[in-house]
């Protein structure tokens, strides 16, 4: 340590004098006079002087200590300033986090707030589309004890899709904050056929295939059910997904995948032992036939909208639905007309009809095709198809309630096979990719807890052993 040494200055008188002389800012300033020795120190004007002592202030020390003193006040305010800067920092910082803090949790609570009502609402369409499914499937089958013209039902049921724009304008109407006229809505509608509009070479063009392969497609499901059960043809329908897969693999280019090819291959399979379970019965083949045509179809017109018009939202879908529905009744209401003079589709009059049936017919039918369409724009697009399927296990247990199926092993395991199909249908293309993260996750996850548990397990060691009096350092 440093030794300090104190100088010793000679005698020296001071005299301090307070005069009332004024500054520049106007207050009053006192003066420090030194006097030599021996010599007779001024007073001042005011009589006011004062003898200090030697040991009391000294030459070296008394500037020191006035510099101190008005250094060690700037100072104190300085710190006072940056301190007062560094809160309001502080404040602001901390003003700015909470903001964002409040602004993530918003959107975490939004985010959440949208899974959950599209799952509310994804459980509702899948209910609503396999009960709509099941029960226009029971009801034509209950119409068949009385009526049996499939066509003219097709025909029927087809012309009630004129009402599913009206349907739509309804629902614009009711949520819509700006409403639109109705011919506003529906020219905006009809740019499904291009930009122009709908014209009538368009109108002719693009219609007529698909009105002619929606009008297959059901009357060939009509068909089907006279000869086989509901549960039969509702399972076999479910191949028109592996029918879509296959028909845009080769004409969309669209991607290869393993995956649906071994449910292609799972829906043909299902398709031989669904004509197995009734060991080849002439009407179970002519039924199988009518079934897998109806699915064959659906996926050809499902390809060849992509393929033509692309993709839709629910007015354009509206729309066009709508103008398949006007299609049929002035270019197809011929065809019920010659079969009824032909005596194909004969019936006594009109008044004999089941009109009841019909109407549920085609109501639940439409109720089908808008469910399709309003669950795309609600929820998830997966569980309008998981609702088609759901609609198998449905029929399967009205069939049970009415004894109308007996199910042995085959048809069982054919059933199982096609629905598995389906699902396997519905995995999206980075299927694999998406099963390898959540692999490597959990891989992630189970490596992190083993080793909280190894630090757990090292921290309890040194805690026992130095309350033991010893170190151990764990080998982990």
């Given at each position: ?11 020296t ?13 106007g ?17 001042s ?13 000294t ?12 250094r ?14 560094r ?12 903001s ?46 009385n ?16 009402m ?6 309804s ?8 409403k ?11 740019r ?75 829906a ?5 032992m ?32 992509k ?32 079969l ?46 998981i ?38 249908m519905?995995?999206p293309e980075?299927?694999?990719e998406?099963?390898?993260?959540f ?22 060691l ?15």
């Open positions: 340590m440093k030794k300090h040494s104190a100088r010793v200055v000679p005698l008188s001071y005299s301090v004098s307070e005069r009332n002389s004024p500054g520049s800012d207050t009053s300033r006192s003066s420090v006079t030194r006097c030599k020795p021996g010599a007779n120190c001024p007073s004007h005011s009589g006011i002087s004062r003898q200090l002592s030697p040991l009391s202030v030459e070296d020390s008394s500037a020191p200590i006035l510099e101190l003193q008005s060690g006040s700037s100072g104190v305010c300085g710190h006072r300033v940056e301190r007062q800067n809160s309001a920092d502080d404040g602001t910082q901390t003003h700015s986090e909470n964002s803090q409040e602004n993530r949790l918003k959107a975490r609570c939004l985010s959440c707030t949208s899974v959950v009502l599209k799952a509310i609402w994804g459980l509702l369409i899948i209910l609503s589309v396999s009960s709509s499914w099941v029960g226009t499937t029971q009801i034509v089958k209950i119409t068949y004890k009526f049996y013209c499939p066509f003219f039902m097709t025909w029927f049921s087809t012309n009630w899709n004129i599913f724009f009206p349907v739509y304008y629902g614009h109407l009711a949520t819509a904050q700006e639109q006229s109705p011919m506003k809505k529906f020219r905006e509608c009809s499904i056929f291009g930009e122009d509009g709908l014209t009538l070479k368009l109108f002719l063009k693009r219609t007529a295939p698909f009105s002619i392969l929606w009008t297959l497609t059901n009357y060939l499901y009509l068909l089907a059910l006279k000869k086989l059960t509901a549960t039969d043809v509702s399972a076999l329908f479910c191949c028109n997904k592996a029918f879509v897969f296959l028909l845009s693999w080769i004409v969309l280019k669209d991607r290869f995948m393993g995956v649906r090819i071994v449910a292609a291959i799972m043909i399979t299902g398709i031989v669904m004509a197995y379970a009734d060991n080849f019965h002439a009407d179970s083949i002519i039924g199988v036939a009518f079934a897998v045509g109806s699915a064959s179809t659906s996926a050809l017109y499902k390809v060849l909208f393929m033509f018009l692309g993709s839709a939202n629910f007015g354009e879908a509206a729309h066009f639905v709508s103008t398949l529905g006007f299609f049929n009744l002035i270019f197809i209401s011929f065809t019920p007309v010659i009824y003079f032909t005596k194909v589709e004969h019936w006594s009059s009109f008044a004999a009809l089941p009109w009841g049936c019909l109407c549920g017919m085609a109501g639940l039918w439409l109720a089908f095709n808008i469910l399709v369409n309003v669950g795309v724009v609600l929820t998830y697009p997966i569980l309008i198809s609702g088609t399927v759901l609609s198998v296990p449905g029929n399967a247990a009205v069939d049970l309630l009415k004894q109308e199926v007996i199910f042995n092993v085959v048809r069982l395991a054919a059933t199982i096979i096609i629905c598995i199909g389906f699902l396997l519905l995995l980075e299927w694999d998406i099963t390898l993260r692999i490597n996750s959990l891989k992630e996850k189970k490596s992190e807890e083993h080793v909280e548990d190894v630090i757990d397990a090292g921290v309890h040194r805690g026992r052993s130095r309350a033991n009096g010893t170190v151990s350092i764990p080998l982990a």
